[in-house]
Nanobody, 122 residues
Framework: VQLQASGGGLVQAGGSLKLSCAPS????????MGWFRQAPGKEREFVAA???????YYADSAKGRFTIARNSAKNTVYLQMNRLKAEDTAVYYC?????????????????WGQGTRVTVSS
């Protein structure tokens, strides 16, 4: 599975962005999908995940501001980010895996997108 993340950009604090993650080429359904981010000088961290059955999970930093959703017809996962803060600045990565037990762990995901950069100016 090859994943293509898109939608990053430069936005002012308080603004919104919507990230997309879609497989390039043919792919199967039934994957758990996650979004992670890595800020400069920091480790990659979990942001949000959606299971194959559409259960959703969020990092505390994302709760109430970010929404993860899936369009099954397009086999695409979205991350709607609202009320963005400067500390949300990072490269955002989407990832996929099957039967993931610990959705917050990057090591559980087998497939990764190339990352899309989000910069929030204060």
């Amino acid at each position: 599975v090859q994943l293509q993340a898109s939608g990053g950009g430069l936005v002012q604090a308080g603004g919104s962005l919507k990230l997309s993650c879609a497989p390039s080429g043919r792919s199967e359904s039934g994957y758990d999908m996650g979004w992670f981010r890595q800020a400069p000088g920091k480790e990659r961290e979990f942001v949000a995940a959606i299971t194959w059955s559409d259960g959703t999970y969020y990092a505390d930093s994302a709760k109430g501001r970010f929404t993860i959703a899936r369009n099954s017809a397009k086999n695409t996962v979205y991350l709607q980010m609202n009320r963005l803060k400067a500390e949300d600045t990072a490269v955002y990565y989407c990832a996929a895996g099957r039967s993931i037990e610990v959705l917050t762990s990057q090591y559980e995901y087998n497939y990764w997108g190339q990352g899309t950069r989000v910069t929030v100016s204060s």
